[in-house]
């Protein structure tokens, strides 16, 4: 198919460009990555359809979209705005475009203006660190490793504390802003509050946000930061001021990575099944070697597995876990490939 002549809502009635937006088919993925690959100059407007379908969330079944169609063909007859010339034929599609072309550029509107706000209203990620300080904040969540916290804020928005994290709360949250100081790893679900922006500040980053849900990681003794997206837009910035580094804007499945050292964001984009499984700590593994089962453990639990014998490279393990503890999860691989372990710290030993 020739897609040099689709016009952004071409791209948005077409379920696997959905799909590829959602990141949720990988086949849909590899689809579109091929596209963009043969048909390069179609990047910009992929991106704009991508985006727009991210924030229209057109993610609905196409029962749910053939009743939402006929509501808005209804609508449109009812208030006279439906004309159709004698002789032709108009396709219900064709409404549909037009209300999602109409509505997308509503939402890209407030989109913009709320970030241009952001962006002259409010303070540099440097700004903002350099202000956090101590007789500012006060602790309301610390775990240790290993364990989780979840913590409601006193505007309702939830926070999911990782292991080793450490969150603070500004002592005038919700009266004049909504600032928090996080050392360590956390999931957002932020409520919303246009007039109050949600800034989740670290050593590394400063995430600012309206109302949405995001992933914040940022341990003090780690060579990257990042912030994994989830639903809503998210400003990032830098809070190194020696670094200059330009502010990067998320939308949904979107991850900005920095590196220490580095002078700009390193942008990806990742599954949604793969930060739903950090929030459940949901880890399935299927004939996994120890690379894949140390990267799972890494990422869920933040330990460093090492094996230093030999037997390792034959390290084989099945199997599914939710909301375990790590050491039930060691006990299980260690038990089918007759290893012991010994943990300190964030470090874990394997012994056979």
Same mark, same amino acid.
């Given at each position: 198919m020739d897609y040099s002549l689709h016009q952004i809502e071409d791209f948005l009635t077409d379920d696997s460009f959905i799909a590829y937006c959602y990141n949720d088919d990988h086949a849909a993925v590899a689809k579109w990555e091929n596209i963009l690959a043969e048909n390069p100059q179609l990047n910009q407007k992929v991106n704009e359809a991508r985006e727009l379908c991210l924030l229209l969330n057109i993610k609905i079944s196409p029962a749910e979209k053939a009743v939402a169609l006929e509501r808005i063909k209804n609508t %449109?007859?009812?208030?006279?705005?439906? #004309?159709?010339? #004698?002789?032709? %034929? %108009?396709?219900?599609?064709?409404?549909f475009t037009k209300w999602v072309a109409f509505a997308a550029a509503l939402l890209v509107a407030a989109g913009v203006f709320a970030l241009y706000q952001m962006g002259n209203n409010y303070p540099s990620g440097a700004e903002l660190y350099s202000a956090a300080i101590d007789a500012n904040y006060k602790l309301i969540g610390k775990t240790d490793f290993g364990h989780r916290k979840l913590i409601k804020l006193p505007d309702g928005s939830l926070v999911l504390l990782n292991g080793l994290s450490t969150l603070k709360i500004a002592n005038d949250y919700n009266a004049s802003n909504r600032h928090l100081l996080l050392s360590g790893e956390a999931f957002f679900s932020v409520t919303k509050n246009k007039h109050k922006p949600f800034v989740v500040i670290t050593g590394k980053t400063a995430t600012t946000a309206l109302g949405t849900s995001f992933k914040v990681e940022s341990y003090s003794n780690a060579k990257v930061a990042s912030v994994m997206l989830s639903t809503g837009k998210v400003k990032v910035q830098s809070t190194q001021p020696d670094l200059k580094v330009e502010d990067i804007t998320l939308v949904p499945g979107q991850k900005a990575a920095l590196y220490n050292g580095n002078k700009a964001f390193t942008q990806t984009t990742f599954y949604a099944k793969d930060l739903q499984n950090w929030i459940d700590r949901k880890l399935i593994f299927k004939s996994a070697g120890l690379k894949e089962i140390a990267a799972k453990l890494k990422t869920v639990y933040g330990v460093d597995v090492i094996a230093k014998d030999k037997a390792a490279d034959d390290l084989s393990f099945t199997g599914e876990f939710t909301g375990k503890e790590l050491t039930e999860i060691l006990d299980? %691989?260690?038990?089918?490939n007759h290893f012991t372990y010994k943990q300190t710290g964030n470090s874990v030993q394997l012994q056979f």
């Amino acid at each position: 198919m020739d897609y040099s002549l689709h016009q952004i809502e071409d791209f948005l009635t077409d379920d696997s460009f959905i799909a590829y937006c959602y990141n949720d088919d990988h086949a849909a993925v590899a689809k579109w990555e091929n596209i963009l690959a043969e048909n390069p100059q179609l990047n910009q407007k992929v991106n704009e359809a991508r985006e727009l379908c991210l924030l229209l969330n057109i993610k609905i079944s196409p029962a749910e979209k053939a009743v939402a169609l006929e509501r808005i063909k209804n609508t %449109i007859s009812a208030e006279g705005e439906f #004309k159709p010339v #004698k002789g032709s %034929i %108009i396709g219900i599609r064709n409404y549909f475009t037009k209300w999602v072309a109409f509505a997308a550029a509503l939402l890209v509107a407030a989109g913009v203006f709320a970030l241009y706000q952001m962006g002259n209203n409010y303070p540099s990620g440097a700004e903002l660190y350099s202000a956090a300080i101590d007789a500012n904040y006060k602790l309301i969540g610390k775990t240790d490793f290993g364990h989780r916290k979840l913590i409601k804020l006193p505007d309702g928005s939830l926070v999911l504390l990782n292991g080793l994290s450490t969150l603070k709360i500004a002592n005038d949250y919700n009266a004049s802003n909504r600032h928090l100081l996080l050392s360590g790893e956390a999931f957002f679900s932020v409520t919303k509050n246009k007039h109050k922006p949600f800034v989740v500040i670290t050593g590394k980053t400063a995430t600012t946000a309206l109302g949405t849900s995001f992933k914040v990681e940022s341990y003090s003794n780690a060579k990257v930061a990042s912030v994994m997206l989830s639903t809503g837009k998210v400003k990032v910035q830098s809070t190194q001021p020696d670094l200059k580094v330009e502010d990067i804007t998320l939308v949904p499945g979107q991850k900005a990575a920095l590196y220490n050292g580095n002078k700009a964001f390193t942008q990806t984009t990742f599954y949604a099944k793969d930060l739903q499984n950090w929030i459940d700590r949901k880890l399935i593994f299927k004939s996994a070697g120890l690379k894949e089962i140390a990267a799972k453990l890494k990422t869920v639990y933040g330990v460093d597995v090492i094996a230093k014998d030999k037997a390792a490279d034959d390290l084989s393990f099945t199997g599914e876990f939710t909301g375990k503890e790590l050491t039930e999860i060691l006990d299980a %691989i260690g038990f089918t490939n007759h290893f012991t372990y010994k943990q300190t710290g964030n470090s874990v030993q394997l012994q056979f």
